[in-house]
């Protein structure tokens, strides 16, 4: 089965070769490679149409700068003729072998849907890797383990994991958002008509806190989190089920951010007034209670009836936690 392999590239030339090598070297040979120079304003186009004329497997494609998703659904018309899809940031690599597994599975197992992997967190000084038990689930179990964020949660990384196309078929990243793979995520589980198996290996490496990184920041804006999940709901306008998950994503969401704003000082006064709009529109749909703890259930309550007040108790714990 061709694999196609979406790389958006943009101002990452110092790393741009790493990746591509780590691609083209893979034990999997049968790649289509779709490389998107989004515009860069370095070498790294030259660099792509350089893989390009000498590997067949690879493709180079050039835009008009417009982001990490613009230039991942520029790609997609190209890879109609694959029957699996994953993706890799271009200042990432890949280990040895891990598309050979993750492939070898699918054909192995027809009723599986999408194959996910761990990662390494690659920082200055330190490698940390981020690792699944091996385990099968079927879609609705992916759907709760990925909307509940247990301890055995799936993350939103798209990069993480091997698709079938149907998976995703007709399926895109909103532009212009920051968090485009929560919602994406969200979709392609819910799409899929298989389930879902973790190998339990390491298979990628994760870039962290290069200068300029979307993660190179302390307190993040997810005003556009909130948005791709608003939009996901209209677009799935009359489906109940998926409202209900989008729903709680965006509750699990905003309870994790404004819980971060309470324990950075002075976050909480400066940007929570930024959320409570979203937090009305949350208020006001069903989400899965069923899928936490009693604990849990009794603190999204307060925290959707009394906001306010209830972070006020969090903030002034997270004070006096600091001052001692």
Known sequence: MKLAVIVPVYKVEPYLRQCIESILSQSYQDLKVVLVDDGSPDS???????????DS???????QNGGLSSARNFALPYIEDCPIVTFVDSDDWLEPGVYEQAVRYLIQHPEVAIVGYGYNKIYKHETTPCLMPEMTLSREETLESYISANRL???????????????????????????????????AFYQSAGSFHALPIVGY???LQRSGAITDVQVPDKCDLFADIEESIARHSGDD???????TLALQCLWHHFRMLCRVPGA????????????????????????FSPTKRLKFRLFLSIPKTFFAVRRAFYSLKRQH
Do not use: M
């Open 205 to 207: 490496n994760y870039r």
């Open 44 to 54: 790294c186009g030259a660099i792509c149409d350089e893989y390009a004329a000498r």
């Open 153 to 187: 949660a799936l993350e939103a990384t798209v990069w993480s994991r091997i698709y079938r196309y149907e998976a995703i078929r007709g399926l895109s990243f909103r532009e212009g958002s920051k968090w485009e793979d929560n919602v994406y995520s969200l979709e």
């Open 268 to 291: 909480y006064e400066q940007e929570a007034h930024r959320y409570w709009p979203w937090l009305d529109c949350v208020r006001q749909r069903p989400y899965l209670a069923h899928l």
């Open 57 to 63: 497997r690879v493709l180079a494609l050039h835009k």
């Open 241 to 247: 089920a998926f409202l209900a998950l989008a729903n």
